[in-house]
T-cell receptor
Framework: GDSVTQMEGPVTLSEEAFLTINCTYTATGYPSLFWYVQYPGEGLQLLLKATKADDKGSNKGFEATYRKETTSFHLEKGSVQVSDSAVYFCALTPMGAGNMLTFGGGTRLMVKP | NAGVTQTPKFRVLKTGQSMTLLCAQDMNHEYMYWYRQDPGMGLRLIHYSVGEGTTAKGEVPDGYNVSRLKKQNFLLGLESAAPSQTSVYFC????????????FGQGTRLTVV
């Protein structure tokens, strides 16, 4: 079946550091790919998405590019802030499967001043 | 501006007790979902519904039942709680189109002792 693998955390960075969180997936066909973020005590929120190969999703300074050849969707940000501290989830939905999400295990990011 | 509301937010049950978690959304979404979140495993789909009066099993449905009697509400029931059901439960809703954002509630933390 479909699956998503993320780098394990926690990831601890200093403010203004560069962030990369790796995400790879296994799926048939052309799934849609998502990054969701969970701030402490809250539900998940959509951060960005990409629906076809080579698409780049971006939001709030975060970016991720859908790489079909490497089945990856790595999350990057050039300069993190303390307010970016959260848990980040990579997820996919198979083609034609509505919005039923398959999630990775999540990566906790801690940004120190 | 409520979005997706879950009740209760916290609950402690004894093994064998039953309970119902309520999810309500005010966005007129067709699709609704119940996920459970466990450390290192991301979120896993329990049950979902594509419309009023319809439900279907997700990845981990055993031990749970659901009902969607009204479009805005999606109930998750535990008939005989087990310690393995200790988890954080999230409800989500989305429009019926593929690749659209899913909106999540704030979660219910359930402990079964």
């Amino acid at each position: 079946g479909d699956s998503v693998t993320q780098m394990e955390g926690p990831v601890t960075l200093s403010e203004e550091a560069f962030l990369t969180i790796n995400c790879t997936y296994t799926a048939t066909g052309y799934p849609s790919l998502f990054w969701y973020v969970q701030y402490p005590g809250e539900g998940l929120q959509l951060l960005l998405k990409a629906t076809k190969a080579d698409d780049k999703g971006s939001n709030k300074g975060f970016e991720a590019t859908y790489r079909k050849e490497t089945t990856s969707f790595h999350l990057e940000k050039g300069s993190v802030q303390v307010s970016d501290s959260a848990v980040y989830f990579c997820a996919l939905t198979p083609m034609g499967a509505g919005n039923m999400l398959t999630f990775g295990g999540g990566t906790r990011l801690m940004v120190k001043p | 501006n409520a979005g997706v509301t879950q009740t209760p937010k916290f609950r402690v049950l004894k093994t064998g007790q039953s309970m119902t978690l309520l999810c309500a959304q005010d966005m007129n979404h067709e699709y609704m979902y119940w996920y459970r979140q466990d450390p290192g495993m991301g979120l896993r789909l329990i049950h979902y519904s594509v419309g009023e009066g319809t439900t279907a099993k997700g990845e981990v449905p055993d031990g749970y039942n659901v009902s969607r009697l009204k479009k805005q509400n999606f109930l998750l029931g535990l008939e005989s709680a087990a310690p393995s059901q200790t988890s954080v439960y999230f409800c989500a809703s989305s429009p019926p189109r593929d690749n659209t954002e899913a909106f999540f509630g704030q979660g219910t933390r359930l402990t079964v002792v």
